[in-house]
């Protein structure tokens, strides 16, 4: 795509995109106008307080809702409904619970018809990664919510997106825990570099994650306001400039309503 | 947790031998002290009967033909109703249009007995084996269908969706994650089935049947045979429960992902 002549490398570009839903003769507008453009293997981060339209944005990109005006295009191809071009890592866990972890991991090869052998080794390397080897055989019941995420972030890498979109992942996760995740995901990433819009409403989850937060207003939502966020990776809650950030960000960000 | 667990087993088997040991001396106790051991034969004559009967032929067969002939009759009738049942009930849980139109039909339809469909049976099939199956298949079909169809509603939308982002084509999606997603519901549904369905062979067998365990009950109740009848009762009532035993072995091995306790 060309734009005021310069040669632009987004990977997911949205055009005025904005979404209403109709339901029972009401309509309810929830994405106002929003452009957005997102480069390969960038880290972005969609910030916004609760019920701003955060999940009804990451469907838009997945194709699982269609956009009520405006265009979404996912690496040249204009979305027109689900795809296995994107990855999507839920707010709830949707894992699928009669399979077990190889069973979920390998699920996305296999429906794309790739060889018992090849899908396998694939899975294996991806539990690795994620730290669940010796889960292989678990049913999802049988995990903490911690390692449910860790199948749904290996699900979605597994099946090799070309764009990661995760909607929220460590939201139900206890503090601790959530810490503990954070960094991993960051480590997965550098190992395994992806374009990753992410999704939450807390600040230092957005700030400890992303090349670039996306402030967004409340309902019906659009950008606020962008921050690139350039410290040094890994990063740490208590460094001054991270902190220093943590207050511009959130002397911004509108209260939920 | 294995150990326990092998406890926990081995103490309930315990107790249901103690409580159909309880139910035999109860009946034996009866027979023997009240006027019913008038009217009633105890549970001794009646087991006495019981084994003869795998020996001595009672009408054209011994205790084994009989079996043969129910446990063949139930199976066809059930077999067709589940498979047929699986099919309507998804469609049903699937399609706004489908549950609109079958459901009301059906909820209709549950509540008349087997029983009442024999003369209805006969027109249509004769008198052979086929309104046999016809009569367990009446017996069975609702409940697998009403099942699978709750089972297909409930399927969360999340996993579908989730299925589709992953490439999964719509056929994968039903075969993948629609179908096990129901598979409890549709076991439930296929256990209280085949229960009903066994419970249908009485009424099967009313259908100038010469032989088969509910045909034995028949046969006593002509005769005023009334050990014959208990006989068949019991026979129905260890086969009845066999077939549930051996319907929760195989939902125990397929649902494993389902429980909590593993
Ligand atoms: N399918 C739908 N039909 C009607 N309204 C919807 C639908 N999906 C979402 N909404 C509405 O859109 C608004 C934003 O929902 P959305 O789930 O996108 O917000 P969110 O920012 O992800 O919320 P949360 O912080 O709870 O995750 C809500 O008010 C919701 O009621
Ligand atoms: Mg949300």
């Known amino acids: 795509m060309e734009q005021n002549g310069r040669i632009d490398h987004s990977i997911i570009s949205l055009e005025h995109v904005s979404k209403r839903f109709e339901s029972a003769g009401r309509v309810k507008e929830v994405v106002n106008d929003v452009s957005l453009e997102v480069k390969e293997n960038e880290f972005v981060v969609l910030f916004g307080p609760g019920q ?57 090869p296999k429906s794309r018809g790739i060889d018992k052998k090849t899908r396998r080794e694939r899975a ?122 943590r207050k511009t960000i959130l002397d911004n960000t509108e209260e939920t309503l | 947790m294995k150990k326990h667990f092998v406890g926990e087993k081995a103490e309930k088997t315990v107790y249901a031998i103690l409580a159909i040991a309880t139910f035999f001396l109860a009946w034996a106790f009866i027979t023997t002290f009240t006027a019913a051991g008038e009217t009633t034969p105890g549970p001794v004559e009646v087991l006495k009967l019981l084994v003869d009967s795998f020996f001595e032929p009672i009408g054209r067969f011994t205790l084994y033909g009989h079996l043969y002939y129910s446990i063949r009759r139930v199976l066809v009738g059930y077999v067709v109703a589940a498979v047929l049942g699986i099919i309507v009930g998804i469609a049903m849980g699937t399609s706004r249009y489908a549950e609109a139109i079958i459901k009301p039909i059906f909820e209709l339809i549950r509540p008349i007995p087997p029983i009442a469909w024999i003369p209805l049976v006969i027109l249509w099939f004769g008198v052979g084996e086929l309104p046999k199956y016809a009569i367990i298949f009446i017996g069975s079909f609702t409940n697998v269908t009403l099942n699978a169809y709750t089972g297909a509603q409930r399927v969360d939308p999340t996993l579908i969706g989730c299925a589709k982002m992953l490439g999964t084509s719509d056929r994968d999606i039903f075969l993948r994650v629609v179908l096990p997603s129901s598979l409890p519901q549709i076991f439930a549904g296929m256990q209280v089935a085949l229960s009903t369905a066994w419970m249908a062979v009485l009424a099967a067998e009313m259908i100038g049947a010469q032989e088969g365990c509910g045909w034995i009950i028949l046969r006593g109740s002509d005769t005023t045979n009334i050990p014959l009848v208990l006989v068949g009762m019991v026979v129905i009532g260890v086969v009845g429960l066999l077939l549930a035993t051996i319907m929760r072995m195989a939902e125990r091995r397929l649902c494993s992902w389902n429980r909590m306790d593993v």
């Not at chain 1, 190889?102 to 996305?108: A, C, I, K, L, P």
């Not at chain 1, 979109?165 to 939201?171: R, T, V, Y």
């Not at chain 1, 606020?224 to 410290?231: A, G, M, P, R, S």
């Open chain 1, 52 to 108: 701003c339209g955060k999940t009804t944005m990451i469907n838009l990109i997945a194709g699982l809702e269609p956009a009520s005006g405006g265009t979404v295009t996912v690496d040249g191809k204009k979305v027109e409904g689900p795809g296995a071009d994107r990855g999507v890592v839920y707010q709830t866990t949707a894992l699928f619970p009669f399979c077990t972890v190889m069973g979920n991991v390998e699920f996305g």
């Open chain 1, 124 to 245: 294996q390397y991806f539990i690795n990664l994620v730290g669940l080897e010796g889960f292989e055989k678990s049913y999802p019941n049988q995990l903490s919510g911690g390692m449910r995420q860790r199948v749904g972030i290996a699900r979605a890498y597994c099946n090799d997106p070309k764009v990661m979109l995760m909607d929220e992942p460590f939201g139900h996760l206890d503090a601790q825990t959530r810490y503990m995740m954070e960094e991993e995901l960051e480590k997965i990433w550098q190992k395994e570099k992806r374009t990753v819009v992410f999704v939450t409403n807390n600040i230092e989850e957005a700030i400890y994650l992303a090349d670039r937060i996306i402030l967004l207003t409340n309902c019906p939502t659009s950008i606020k306001e962008e921050y690139i966020v350039d410290l040094p990776r890994p990063r740490s809650y208590v460094d001054p400039e991270f902190l220093k950030l």
